[in-house]
């Protein structure tokens, strides 16, 4: 039980984020951004909290150079205990090195490459699933479809490689083929080259682990070269960076992403959500907001004792919250998070069961 204190006598916790606020995937660290000011707004308003946590916000613009710098400040001048981001697993994988070398928890709400179970080290959590779940689900409605072979379009950088990588394995084992495979670098805007081989080899999908604003621009151009089979996505296509770069060529399109819990802590942070900014969360608002309640529930259990931060995250309960049970393993890693199969109806994304 929480033993409520004066407000005036609360410890001020300060910690960093680092996310891209502007850029090509700003919606993702915006949305991020506005789960933990929620988070921030009710810890900070309650006696239930020994402590305040204070966040300094850097936008990374979705730029590894830029995220390094940031991460550098903050660990070695700013010396927050805790730094929240990043969101694209690239940039997640530059900033991690920073945050071992100085003993920094870094915390993503985004990062899903499964190269991060590895490569994040001993001070890299995550409250999103890893991407190694989320091609096992896809490689498995697929076949479901009867899709028996398969091109793949890919971002080339560790999310893409990684996520291309393990449904390439999990569609194999199922008796699936592979087309063809083709790569695009990020902020890329003209991906017929790719496409026209691709549609050669005559697959029976195309499925395509790029970000939001170049998955709109190769749904459109997969529609102009005349490829009207199935199109799958990954988890990111479901921002609102794809529908506003593809328009109607996104009608139909399949994608797999992190569920969005359905109990009453949900519902809970989703009214409070809205009320606040008068329109939905998304999955990336809701984990940002449990990972600011996280931490501030860990501070607040250890007010009168020295936190070691990491080892409280990897033996902490079950915690239950705005997106469901969150509980991290060894290698920081979530993997109590659900995924759900989408389709876009009408422009809008609808949870299918085929």
Request: hydrophobic share 40%; aromatic share 14%; glycine share 14%.
């Given at each position: 039980m929480v033993v409520s204190c004066n407000k005036q006598d609360r410890r001020e916790i300060k910690i960093g984020a680092v996310l891209p606020l502007t850029g090509d995937i700003a919606s993702y660290g915006n949305n991020a951004k506005k789960g933990i000011d929620l988070a921030l707004e009710q810890i900070n308003a309650s006696n239930d909290f020994k402590v305040k946590i204070a966040v300094e916000y850097q936008d990374s613009k979705?730029?590894?150079?830029?995220?390094?710098?940031?991460?550098n400040k903050f660990c070695s001048i700013n010396r927050y205990p805790a730094v929240i981001g990043e969101a694209a697993s690239s940039v997640s994988l530059a900033i991690a090195p920073i945050a071992n070398r100085y003993q920094v928890v870094q915390i993503s709400p985004i990062s899903s490459s499964p190269e991060l179970t590895t490569k994040g080290g001993d001070y890299f959590f995550r409250v999103c699933p890893s991407d190694a779940y989320q091609a096992v689900i896809l490689a498995k409605w697929m076949r479901e479809l009867n899709i028996n072979n398969v091109g793949i379009l890919y971002v080339n950088n560790s999310w893409g490689v990684s996520l291309k990588d393990q449904f390439v394995k999990e569609f194999g084992a199922l008796g699936g083929q592979i087309a063809g495979i083709e790569s695009c670098n990020e902020g890329d805007r003209d991906f017929r080259t790719q496409l026209t081989k691709l549609i050669a080899a005559n697959p029976d999908a195309i499925y395509s682990p790029t970000y939001g604003k170049e998955g709109g621009l190769i749904l459109k151009q997969t529609k102009e070269l005349?490829?009207?089979?199935?199109?799958?996505?990954?988890?990111?296509?479901?921002s609102p960076e794809l529908i506003t770069s593809a328009g109607d060529a996104a009608e139909g399109v399949r994608l797999v992403k992190p569920a969005i819990f359905q109990g009453a802590d949900y519902k809970t942070f989703r009214d409070f959500f809205y009320a606040k900014y008068n329109e939905e969360p998304d999955i990336y608002a809701g984990y940002s907001y449990d990972i600011a309640m996280i931490l501030a529930k860990a501070y607040n259990e250890s007010y009168n004792s020295n936190l070691n931060l990491r080892d409280y995250l990897l033996t902490m309960p079950l915690y239950y919250g705005a997106t469901g049970e969150t509980k991290f393993d060894g290698n920081g890693d979530c993997n109590t998070k659900p995924f759900e199969r989408q389709q876009i109806m009408d422009g809008k994304y609808n949870s299918i069961n085929k």
């Open positions: 979705g730029n590894a150079k830029e995220a390094v710098t940031i991460m005349g490829y009207n089979k199935s199109v799958f996505g990954s988890d990111v296509w479901s």
